[in-house]
């Protein structure tokens, strides 16, 4: 009886130690990042990058990332884009038009990698309230500011179909900007900022969201809405380690239409 | 094998039916002795014999008799009259009993002896240990004693011879009164009242006698079987307590018919061939007791009551005694049995632990310190059904799980169906734990208590009258160094490595933390026994945990020197248990016996892992925002069920009840204070029956148990249908072939809410049909044991099928537009197989068992990935050893720990995307679902126990009082990863390990009354 129990520890053991032996191997699956925003008048572009690994010891396919076989299938037509190094790939042969469904299709480390996508309407009926806005400075050389600020700037288009809308703003004023108000210590914020993509017909931009004086350029792009997620707070959060939820099968990345009007405004001291 | 027992049984039949006939006649009264006549005229064994008490008390138990057998010829009566012993003051309460010297040898002088002293000894409960029997027959030598075999009945024998004899002086030496001493000690009945009951300790014996042997209950009547065939049914006590054993084992010896008590202790032995039959009756933790039936032996309601096992027995007498801490069932399937009154010898931390004990078994994952819900056989702790004297109870762990949730001094007896359990339990896809707690001594008041570097833990034990018990126990941590330690190892990452792109760390600026933390319990139970047929008892149970470890800061200058700033961090989490049940048992009649139960369980989560930030600008405007993580899971069980069994033929038992559950179960998860992630509340009812009948086939050999279980689910609006059966078949006397398959419904879940960065957390929800769907699950097994009586190896094998499982997870957006996080549970499928052995050695001063568990548990889920991957609780391999060693009063025992390391997710790598304005957004991917394992778990434990003791040093027996305990947990300091946590700081990731406990030394004190 003992002789079993022993030999059956042995055994047993035996196993252990050859598990034991097993080497901890870091799994990184290397997928290809795409990154594309096809847009009507351009032509189609892709950029192919490679993700980051953590770590140091892990194995990249054996694939050239410069020279892929990219294909895109639109209107009935296959066309192969042509490299242009570091990853960047181009489609020369007609431009983007909307309306139009593209569907992008290579083979990267053995997977076939996959994305489609169309191009949305150009935004119509597109109205705004003013094209001038009139904002009183404030910093230590002015008096508090005890007045009521100037109405926001309203912007409106047809959306019948609660489709995304995206509304980005840029000073475009050449050479040294006028702050509106003081920064203090702060690093003085960006000449450009956006507001949240929405599926409404309307969006408001309020005196205090501008920084400096100066004409601005507002760009109302209508997105889809793999690429309003991105802008998702809560989504993207890296808790939850949320990757966007595109087209694309076995790869990471955009790859989406958009179409977009353009606006300006001119920020001034009363 | 039957048929030869008959014969032999008629043979004895014949041969002493003429014993039979005592008449207790009483022929003569003198002043003090009594006259009496054994048997009939005719009869080889009539006579006449003589009673003499010098205390006028003739009462048979409890006293010692010497039995005394004049010169060659002489009369019962002649021997009295000359007799000297009955006049000495030392024999004053002994009882004599003289008896004629007829014959002319001494086979014919000593034939009737046995039968004789068998007559007057009946009811007798004061041992061999005070039988004396005197000769005066110098003709008889020591080897005729030996050969009648005088000294099985007799602990003396002296012959006198005539000299002696005549002589009243010598008779009055001490050679007599050491030779008749009276031995208060030998049966537990005849000692003080006092002292029955507890646990006690016998010194080991120098000497070499065979006293212990006076300890075993023996054999009294020696006369014919006067029923045949006939129903015995009883109750299995403990005999120091009288609590009620459920579930212990009442065999028959010498065949195969037997029969398990039930809930409540009572059995019914149907078809009891003779009644003179001899009962094995077994229970863990207990002496394995022979119980030698007689004619006079109550039918019905007989009590059969047990000794706790004894402690340090001589080796020669522990055959047959098992000391096993666990049993295997040797024809249930997979079933497990532990009573706690053994668990003391397992090493521990801090706390006795059933639910840890049973993690040493096959088949039961041991390598997760920080649960002590049950992964058996590749499910997971919400597919493990808990019973709690009736009544689930959904969470069992204490302090993050490295306690489990039961107050091991409130618990009379836990037993685990590793799978293909009967149709009985439901609503499970994996196992049932049941848990039956203590109903308290009903003889006597107990208390106790136990002290250890974790926790304090008091309980009495307070019968009133006969009729009622209880037993309310309390248990509550302290911040004692265990404590501190387990807090430490989960709230501060111990073990830090950065890879990759380097990383930061280390810049936490200085905080004010407030740890103010603890657990408790309350067990309570109250009994009522308003008659041999009816208890009713109300159990209680509550469980609250308490874990805080909040603490704030508020820097200096931020900014604007005007504005002030400050920051609270909030880590709190309380959750507990309530449940309660009201439970009504009573036993119809011989044959039918039943129970209803109406219970009532709680389970509450509040966790709230949040930031408060305070910003007071110069206006002295002050905003308040609140971020993290704020999670609620409340579950209320509202439920009433009847099982009853019902022994409907000689060799089967039919069982069927009904039940009928309310569920409400309420869930939210939201990451600041105004964005709701998830908020659900299901409520709804589950309602049905099952059957089943244990059958017993081809003379016991085989058992069959089918059944079949029906529920309605109110949310899905259909019928779930249950079909189940398990077979064992005893091929020869020690090999058992088993095997059991079975469907199996879930309909209240625990989801995990898959979180790569911080660990996963699971919830509770009810089945919506939906996005919950109602889980289930096809179990396959097949095994064998073979059992001898110092040994069992086992071997099982399982297959389970899984299907439609639910997860939670943000990590992917089900479509682009819109974001309902109704929406991310995703389903799949799974299943489990694997094989367990087990070799167990089960008595011997050193005793115990190796496991090994060669396991694979597999998931499918779409989202994951397109094939199946390693289920979060997969363990390839698992090794376990347990032994557990006793020298005099000290128990030593070491288990050591080996399993495969767990599956985990991790972040692999990251990418950046530029957006339309010109900023850029990192993203980061992760491996394939479980695609990694942690490093192999292993850990060694070492416990030694110190058994305290009332009395003398001298004394031979001696009351066991408590004992002091120290162990060490994680002896060589295994540094055991627990899981991993990821910080991700400007594009580069930061891992660290969250370990489980390094070496951690522990002393319990422990004290009880009895």
Redesign the interface.
């Known amino acids: ?1 003992r002789l ?2 022993q030999s ?2 042995i055994i ?2 035996f ?2 130690t050859l ?2 032996c097993k080497k ?1 191997t ?4 290397d ?1 290809p ?1 795409i ?1 594309a ?1 096809i847009e009507p008048g351009n032509y189609l572009r892709v950029n192919i ?8 010891s ?1 194995q990249y396919s054996a694939d050239d990332i410069n020279n892929l076989q990219i294909t895109v299938a639109y209107n009935n037509l296959t066309h192969v884009l042509t490299p242009l190094g570091n990853g960047q790939y181009i489609d020369s042969l007609s431009a983007i038009a909307a309306g139009t469904h593209y569907d992008l299709s290579f083979t990267f480390n053995k997977k076939q990698v996959a994305a489609y996508t169309y191009i949305p309407t150009k935004p119509l009926s597109v109205t705004q309230t003013t094209t001038t806005i009139a904002i009183t400075k404030q910093d230590s050389t002015t008096p508090k500011f005890t007045g009521t600020p100037p109405d926001p700037i309203t912007f409106t288009w047809a959306n019948p179909d609660a489709s ?1 809308y ?1 509304i ?1 703003v840029e000073n475009i004023e050449t050479g040294t900007l006028i702050p509106i108000r003081s920064f ?3 690093t003085p914020p960006a000449n ?3 507001k949240q993509p929405v599926t409404l017909n309307t969006q408001d931009i309020r005196s205090n969201e501008f920084q400096y004086y100066g004409r601005h350029r507002i ?1 109302l ?1 209508h997105v ?9 707070q ?13 087209s694309i099968t076995n790869g ?3 790859f989406t239409g ?1 179409n977009a009007d353009t606006l300006y405004v001119l920020v001034k001291q009363p | 094998m039957e048929l030869k027992w008959i014969k032999k049984l008629l043979k004895i039949k014949k041969c002493i039916l003429s014993i039979l006939c005592f008449n207790l006649l009483v022929t003569s009264i003198s002043a003090q002795e009594r006259q009496y006549s054994f048997n009939s005229p005719g009869n080889v064994c009539y006579f006449s014999y003589v009673c003499y008490s010098p205390n006028n008390n003739y009462s048979p138990t409890k006293r010692a008799f010497i039995f005394v057998m004049g010169k060659p010829n002489e009369t019962a009566f002649e021997t009295f009259e000359k007799d000297t012993l009955k006049n000495l003051p030392q024999f004053y309460n002994y009882q004599l009993v003289y008896i004629p010297n007829n014959g002319i040898n001494p086979i014919e002088k000593f034939k009737c002896v046995n039968s004789f002293v068998t007559l007057i000894t009946y009811n007798y409960s004061y041992g061999h240990n005070n039988l004396f029997f005197q000769i005066n027959d110098h003709t008889v030598t020591e080897s005729d004693i030996k050969e009648n075999h005088l000294y099985d009945i007799f602990k003396t024998v002296r012959i006198n011879s005539a000299k002696i004899d005549t002589a009243s002086k010598a008779l009055t030496s001490m050679g007599v009164m050491d030779d008749f001493k009276e031995t208060e000690f030998a049966d537990d009945a005849a000692l003080r009242e006092d002292d029955k009951y507890g646990t006690f300790y016998t010194e080991e014996e120098k000497t070499n006698d065979s006293i212990p042997v006076a300890l075993k209950i023996q054999k009294t009547y020696f006369g014919p079987a006067l029923n045949f065939n006939y129903t015995l049914t009883g109750i299995v006590k403990d005999k120091a307590t009288g609590e009620a054993l459920p579930f212990s084992t009442i065999q028959i010896k010498g065949i195969k018919n037997g029969s398990l008590s039930n809930a409540d202790g009572y059995f019914t032995l149907l078809k009891v061939p003779t009644d003179t039959s001899v009962l094995t009756v077994q229970y863990v933790g207990y002496e394995k007791t022979e119980i030698f039936l007689t004619p006079q032996t109550p039918k019905k309601n007989f009590l059969i009551e047990l000794n706790p096992s004894a402690q340090s027995f001589k080796a020669v007498n522990v055959v047959g005694i098992r000391e096993d801490v666990v049993l295997v069932n040797k024809t249930d399937v997979s079933t497990i049995k532990m009573t706690p009154k053994k668990l003391e010898q397992l090493p521990n931390l801090g706390e006795r632990d059933v639910m840890r004990s049973f993690q040493l078994m096959p088949g039961v994952s041991a390598s997760n310190e920080s649960s002590s819900g049950l992964y058996v056989r590749g499910g997971t702790p919400d597919q493990n059904l808990v019973l709690y004297d009736g009544f689930t109870v959904y969470q069992v762990d204490h302090l993050y799980g490295f306690f489990s949730a039961f107050n091991s001094n409130a618990l009379k007896d836990v037993q685990l169906y590793k799978g293909g359990f009967e149709s009985k339990f439901g609503g499970r896809l994996s196992s049932v734990t049941e848990i039956t707690s203590k109903d308290g001594n009903q003889k006597k008041i107990n208390a106790g208590a136990d002290v250890s570097l974790l926790s304090m833990n008091v309980f009495a034990e307070i019968p009133i009258g006969n009729k009622f018990s209880s037993v309310v126990a309390f248990r509550r941590s302290y911040k004692g160094p265990i404590y501190d330690e387990i807090f430490k190892t989960f709230n501060k990452n111990s073990n830090s490595t950065s890879s990759g792109q380097g990383g930061g760390g280390g810049r936490r600026s200085s905080q004010n933390t407030t740890v103010s933390s603890y657990f408790y319990d309350l067990n309570g139970k109250f009994t009522y026994r308003p008659n041999s047929r009816d208890i009713i008892s109300l159990s209680i149970f509550n469980g609250t945990d308490k874990l805080d470890n909040s603490s704030s800061s508020s820097p200096t200058s931020f900014g604007s020197s005007t504005s002030t700033f400050s920051f609270s961090s909030t880590d709190l989490t309380k959750y507990g248990n309530v449940g309660s049940s009201l439970k009504w048992s009573r036993k119809w009649s011989d044959k039918f016996y039943g129970n209803t139960i109406l219970s009532y369980s709680n389970y509450y989560s509040d966790r709230d892992r949040s930031q408060q930030r305070t910003l007071t600008n110069t206006l002295g405007e002050t905003t308040t925002t609140k971020s993290g993580v704020l999670e609620n899971n409340n579950l209320k069980d509202y439920s009433i069920k009847s099982d009853y069994q019902w022994d409907i033929f000689k060799f089967s038992q039919l069982q069927f009840g009904g039940f009928g559950t309310y569920y409400d179960i309420k869930y939210t998860y939201a990451q600041n204070d105004t964005s709701t992630i998830l908020d659900r509340t299901n409520k709804a009812y589950l309602v049905g029956g099952y059957i089943q009948s244990k059958t017993k086939l081809f003379g016991d050999k085989v058992q069959f148990l089918p059944g079949i279980r029906a529920s309605y689910f109110e949310t899905t609006k259909q019928y779930y249908y249950e079909p189940r059966a398990s077979v064992s078949i005893s091929v020869t006397k020690r090999l058992t072939l088993k095997g059991a398959t079975g469907k199996y419904y879930q309909f209240a879940n625990r989801v995990t809410r898959e979180d790569i960065l911080t660990g996963s957390k699971d919830f509770w929800l009810l089945s919506d049909g939906a996005s919950v769907p109602v889980s289930s699950s096809i179990h396959y097994i097949a095994g064998l044991s073979y059992e001898t009586n110092n040994y069992l190896f086992s071997a099982e094998g399982y297959y389970k099928q899984l299907s439609d499982l639910t997860e939670y997870s943000l990590r992917f957006n089900p479509r682009p537009s819109g974001i309902t996080y109704n929406e991310n549970f995703y389903h799949g499928y799974g299943f489990s197989k694997g094989i367990e052995f087990l070799a167990q050695k089960k008595s011997g001063n050193l005793n115990g068992w190796v496991s090994y568990t060669l396991g694979q548990a597999r998931n499918h889920f779409d989202v994951y990935s397109d094939g199946y991957y390693p289920a979060n609780q997969d363990v390839t391999h698992e090794f376990k050893i347990v032994l557990l060693y006793k020298y005099k009063r000290f128990d030593f025992s070491a288990t050591w720990i080996y399993a495969t390391g767990r599956p985990y997710t991790a972040p692999s790598g990251a990418y950046s995307i530029a957006l339309l304005d010109g900023s850029t957004k990192d993203y980061f991917t992760v491996t394939t679902k479980n695609g990694l394992r942690l490093p192999e778990y292993h850990r060694c434990d070492i416990s030694v126990n110190y058994k305290l003791l009332r009395g003398e040093k001298g004394d031979k027996k001696r009351r066991e009082i408590g004992y002091i305990g120290f162990s060490i947990f994680n002896l060589y300091n295994r540094t055991n990863v627990w899981y991993k946590t990821y910080t991700i700081q400007s594009g580069s990731i930061l891992e660290t390990n969250v370990n489980y406990l390094g070496i951690t030394p522990n002393l319990t004190l422990s004290l009880k009354l009895r």
């Open positions: 009886m079993k129990i059956f520890i047993v053991l196993f252990v598990m034991s901890e870091v799994e990184f699956t997928s990042v990154e925003y990058t490679r993700q980051i690994p953590f770590s140091s892990v995304y995206l980005y203090k210590n702060f450009r900022f956006r760009i792009y889809l809405p793999d690429y309003a997620t991105l802008y998702d809560t989504n993207t959060s890296s808790q939850n380690l949320t990757n966007p939820s595109t990471y990345g955009i958009l």
